[in-house]
């Protein structure tokens, strides 16, 4: 299958362009942050404030690394599960966010504030943290340090391989493979 | 007859014969805790052969294509976590200790969950492995050393310590369920449970999946034995021919969902089912689903 290379920050036009199942390599700046993050960031735009990045074209990778090495950018560096962050992520779509990347499946709402703010979601592979902490090439804190492996993280990756699961259109993966799949 | 003191690791263990004739072995904590800080690593750092040998057998009878390519993906991975040291997974678990404690042991040096703790510590610090233990359930402080781990102890015959150290990752944890059932539900409600939880869990728990069944007992002990059940080598069968059958049947049933790797669709939802059994009340027939993801680490150490 043909891989799709996109570079952040996205504009509507490149997201709507993808359907699930495409594979996509993402290059250029990701921001990292899971579930304490989200809090944080959350409960900054309901007071109206400014948030530590501006999400307007960005990605948030649902991720808390291990530890680097020294001599190493991060440590492992896979996904975690998204739905945890669905109370949340309708609010940062609204806010500009073109993309968020997890793995498992989104709420209805979060679907639906993908069609509206035309926002998409991307699965990394979910366990295979060693091998896509080598598409990322720096790693720097930028916010929330006293959250440790939660804090937000702003990641420099090259050809960070993901793959569409919910569109613009309200596509979604994860409800196709099992149809194809599925056995009586 | 003359007794001998017999001195094993660097003379910290000791082997005394008490009053009656029993021969007590003597264990230094701090060798428990050097055990468990090796174990944290490598459970993190080297998948077991059992595992490998799973996704390279999926690999084979996987139909979809997508669903090949991620099964190759995390073989990679594995590998590469074992020549760089690096976690397969950077959520490097919950600590979860199963120890089997001869009565015939005598531990000296200290508190023995205290000892545990501290390679628990040890080891997510020397192997930069993820903390991700927070103190209070709703305060949510991370204790910044993967403390305390959970620790089960069960009281064997014998002079051996065993202990069994199985870092459990938060995703697949979250998607583990326990109901009561009627027994009048019989082996079809069982069954239909384990298979509707794991269609519920999808792709959040990362297939392919390990699915750990507890059956009987009361509530927290179904929730144990499921727990228990991912501890044995993947695909090892149960010894009661019954529930051999039922585990067979159960992988075959999950394996039709097409939920598959990564929850992408194919044939490779679970690598293995294990169910343990217990006695149980006239009155109920407990189930408990411990979902394991992929990354189903184990190791164990007998002192």
Known sequence: ?184 | MVRILLFIFWGINSNITAKGGTTIKTINTSVITEAVKKMCMEANFNLGSDVMESFKKSYESEVSITGKEILQILIKNAEIAREEQAPMCQDTGFAVVFVELGQDVRIEGGDFYEAINEGVRQGYTEGYLRKSIVSHPLERKNTGDNTPAVIHTKIVPGDNLRLILAPKGGGSENMSTIKMLKPADGVEGVKKFIVDSVKIAGPNPCPPIVVGVGIGGTYEKAALLSKEALLRELGEKSKYPDIAKLEEELLEEINKTGIGPQGLGGKTTALAVHVEIYGAHIASLPVAINLNCHAARHKEVVL
Do not use: W
């Open chain 1, 1 to 184: 299958m043909t891989q799709i290379r996109l570079t952040t920050p996205l504009t509507d036009e490149m997201v709507e362009k993808l359907r699930i199942g495409q594979q996509v390599l993402l290059n250029g700046i990701l921001y990292t942050g899971r579930d304490a993050a989200h809090k944080r960031l959350v409960d900054l735009i309901k007071q109206g404030k400014e948030l530590p990045f501006d999400p307007k074209g960005q990605v948030i990778y649902y991720v808390g690394p291990s530890p680097a090495r020294p001599g190493k950018v991060i440590g492992s560096c896979g996904p975690t599960t998204s739905y945890r962050m669905d109370p949340y992520a309708p609010e940062l779509y609204a806010l500009g966010l073109k993309a968020s990347i997890g793995k498992g499946k989104r709420s209805p709402e979060v679907i639906k504030a993908l069609k509206q703010y035309k926002g998409v979601y991307f699965a990394a592979i979910g366990g295979a943290a060693a091998l896509i902490a080598k598409s990322i090439k720096s790693a720097k804190v930028i916010a929330y340090p006293d959250l440790g492996a939660e804090a937000i993280h702003e990641l420099v990756v090259e050809n960070f391989p993901v793959v569409v699961v919910n569109d613009t259109i309200g596509g979604d993966l994860y409800e196709e493979g099992i149809k194809i799949y599925s056995a009586k």
